[in-house]
């Protein structure tokens, strides 16, 4: 697994999940136009993905091919045809076993499914159900994270856009698809926050440049996301404060949560305490108060990092103490129970500034970034690492990176232990940056992505999903497409 400052990937919470697709979820089909959109527009591909997947799925050759043969069935483009064809599809899986239909199915790419649901009202029933879904996730969550694409993000001017990158082959980093956010801040020249990725959502925030109150759940492989309704906590309610996002997923009730910590601004601009807390939830739909009660931490206003593993969310934070102006911590949000816990760092983090803590995952390890000026005025990085939860001897530091000078910034760590950086592109322009992939071994450099803002580039584990797929989750399509239309 690699290891992101902006990522938050849990490979351990497919135990939630069923293992195979069962029940009867209720019967809706897709329109046309929809599934067209979400899959990428390229219907052509179809019969030959079917095919090779069903061959590959274990069953006799005369099934295997009739399940290519039926996913071939609307092969053609969405020129009048497609309802016949489909509607012949349909006749051809009568004869097919539902259990040979579901192992094919589960080893379809997600373009694919989401062409899948054009072939018969029953396939698309099954498709777009929370079982087939969830246990299509489980076994994506049993494949190495090496196999999955790469997500960089980074932001331009002239002109002032945002590119969502997926890189499929972890060597050599090519592109392999770029994306359309169906987030949109209020000037041409703002970009929003990347909070955290899981599962195949990417949690968005609008919050780097005022008070918009806009946080989006995106699903880029199926082109569907959810936005989520105004917090109770606003600038109406409070006047001026800052918050706090952390993303995750309540595991005993399958359901995907936002915790929301706003912070009201006091005297001398001091944080005042007990923060509000509030938690959105995709089932409930709507965000609701919980108790902040005891909590008297505070979190870098803009630098502050978070990710999910284990069902709870972890961030730096800090509180202020007797005697010295600030203690750094961890503090965790349990996401069944939605409950807080602190965890203590180790004693020579605790005293520095915490806008040079960062905290992250890599291979199920808690892993945290300090920065600190070196030898010869160089920024370096000690990347420190826990081994256990609950056990502050586990703590220790794995290694020390020299980022060569300059603003540079280091966004997650590869399985080789190589860096991505940011570097910016020289004094005169150090809010320009190239995203470079650096071995501290050889001393070498590769280019990933040039020229962005140093501020915007951010790299994560990305796992395609097909979670809001199903019509329950409440999400919008968007592009124009539309999954489900209602039956006559």
């Known amino acids: 697994m690699m290891d992101y400052t902006s990522a938050a990937y849990n490979s351990t919470g497919s135990g939630a999940y069923p293992s195979a697709a069962t029940g009867d979820p209720a019967a809706s089909s897709a329109s046309a ?33 009739a399940a290519g043969n039926t996913a071939a069935g609307y092969n053609s483009s969405l020129n009048g045809n497609v309802v016949n064809e489909a509607g012949n599809a349909a006749k051809m899986a009568d004869f097919i076993p539902q259990e040979i239909i579901l192992q094919i199915l589960h080893r379809l790419p997600i373009k694919t499914l989401v062409k899948c649901t054009l072939v018969c009202k029953s396939w698309q029933s099954l498709i777009t159900g929370s079982d087939f879904i969830n246990s299509h996730l ?19 001017e002239s002109p002032n856009k945002e590119h969502y990158i997926l890189h499929l082959n972890r060597e050599s980093l090519d592109i392999y698809q770029t994306l359309k956010s169906p987030l949109k801040p209020r000037t041409d020249d703002a970009y929003p926050r990347i909070v955290g990725t899981l599962h195949g959502l990417i949690c968005l925030s609008d919050d780097l440049f005022g008070y918009t109150n806009r946080i989006v759940l995106w699903n880029p492989s199926v082109r569907r996301y959810v936005e989520l309704p105004t917090p109770n906590i606003t600038f109406r309610e409070i006047g001026p404060y800052y918050f706090t996002l952390g993303f995750g997923l309540d595991a005993k009730k399958n359901d995907y949560k936002v915790v929301r910590l706003a912070y009201a601004e006091g005297s001398n601009y001091s944080d005042v305490y007990p923060p509000y807390v509030e938690v959105f939830s995709v089932e409930e739909k709507g965000w609701r108060m919980i108790s902040g009660e005891g909590l008297e931490c505070s979190f870098s206003e803009r630098w502050w990092s978070q990710f999910f593993l284990n ?40 005293d520095v500034n915490p806008t040079g803590l960062f905290i992250s995952l890599t291979k199920g390890m808690l892993r945290v970034y300090e920065y600190y000026v070196g030898e010869a005025n160089n920024r370096c990085v000690n990347v420190w690492v826990r081994t256990e939860y609950g056990d502050l001897k586990s703590w220790s530091k794995l290694y020390s990176i020299d980022l060569l000078g300059g ?25 320009y940056a190239d995203l470079l992939l650096y071995d501290p071994k050889s001393g070498q450099t590769k280019l990933v992505q040039p020229h962005g803002i140093i501020d915007t580039f951010s790299v994560a584990d990305y796992t395609a999903s097909l979670v809001f797929l199903n019509k329950e989750s409440g999400a919008t399509s968007y592009d124009g497409a539309k999954i489900e239309r209602k039956q006559k």
């Open 407 to 431: 603003r540079q910034r280091v966004l997650g760590l590869t399985e080789k232990d190589e860096v991505f950086v940011a570097k910016p592109e020289g004094r005169m322009r150090d809010s």
């Open 311 to 350: 069902g709870r969310v972890y961030w730096i934070a800090y509180e202020k103490k007797m005697g010295r102006d600030a203690e750094n911590l961890v503090l965790s949000f349990d996401m069944e129970d939605e409950k807080f816990e602190k965890m203590m760092l180790p004693e020579s983090l605790v």
């Open 138 to 156: 489980a076994k994506t969550l049993c494949k190495p994270i090496t196999s999955q694409p790469l997500l960089t993000r980074h932001f331009t």
């Open 33 to 65: 136009e929809g599934a067209h959109a979400a899959s990428g527009g390229d219907l052509n591909s179809a019969g030959q993905e079917g095919q090779i997947s069903a061959l590959s799925g274990g069953s006799t050759d005369e099934n295997a091919t």
